[in-house]
């Protein structure tokens, strides 16, 4: 599959380096190419000779399927800038977070309780079929669940669109999750990203973010 | 230990059995005594004679730990009825939830995100050890946790007392629990309270009120 992944973050990375390990045909988008290869992405960029790297729209136009790993306060501003004709009728791996970190740590959320940060993207951009999936827990463990608990905990997906879902469970599932649960349409995603002010605070508490949730039943 | 439970409901009733069952001795706290003794309680009354039933304010002043389990949208004002001083320095477990059902279901939450529940009912209630718990899991799971899983899920704790919190751990350690997380100050409430919209959805997915999180570290 060719993928865009949208962002540089620990996320985006992780992202691309796994789904091109698995064999896809990946490519980095970000807002200034230039900047992102003379920044500290540069070493990593050097170890990772498979992933390209371009712009936002660019990495987006030419992919079949797009994962938005970019801060949840830059996203829209980021996919607008990737621009909806490129996003038309593509699945969109949302794994942003809403965090607002204004008044330090722990963050707060900025959308909540009767909406969330996928349904705004998913309604700025009705031709994109967005899923929401992977916010849950941290990047390494998005990616290679099988390095915690030999994969024994969960991952939720949620969206409009009974395809896309399907796409993307694929996806978990060449990572190695196990158990992926469907929670329905879009607004779902309320729930999980609802979860990330309980992730923070046993991040704390725990002192690692090598942990994840697992639905016991 | 003297335990009074507010509320009649399910919540309430799992752990006045349990508790009394565990030797405490136990009184339900409810608003109208006479109607609850003629209403369809009457039947589970009688099945459990070893609780007493009274009224808010006397099963609370007669305590030394109070477990609020009544409706969130009710938690405040039942409290108040119950009295501060029959509260004032002792143990409130509170279970409520802020579930506001007048959209429907799936039900909002009527406080979020920079503010909970239980520290509503702290700041109103500053003489008495408010620790929130057992809020995340169904009210059988909360006192028979063994019923699933031989326990192998997890059960949050979070106040501002440590003492408060270590008698709330004995309790839960009792009933069964294994895996207690002290999440720390009663602001981490925040925190299981907003994980309502997820365990919703999921009781909605699985059809099941019986599963639970656990944190897989």
Known sequence: MRIAVLGTGSVGRALAARTAELGHQVTIGTRDVAATRAGEHAAWAAQHPEVGLATLAAAAGDAELVANATNGSGS????????????AGKVLLDIANPLDFGAGFPPTLSVHNTDSLAERI???FPQTKVVKSL???????????????????????????????????????????????????????????????????????????????????
Do not use: C
């Not at 829209?76 to 996003?87: D, E, I």
């Not at 916010?135 to 409009?160: C, I, K, Q, W």
């Open 135 to 217: 916010n849950t827990m941290t990047a390494e463990l998005m990616v290679y669940p099988l390095r915690l608990a030999d994969g024994e905990h969960s991952v939720f997906v949620s969206g409009d669109d009974a395809e896309a879902k399907r796409i993307v469970t694929g996806l978990l599932v060449s990572f190695g999750h196990t158990d992926v649960i469907d929670l329905g349409d879009l607004s779902t995603a309320r729930g999980t990203e609802m979860l990330l002010p309980l992730w923070l605070r046993l991040y704390g508490r725990l002192d690692t973010a090598n942990f994840n949730v697992k639905i016991v039943r």
């Open 122 to 124: 998913q309604r700025e």
């Open 76 to 87: 829209l501003p980021a996919l607008t800038t990737a621009g909806a004709a490129n996003l």
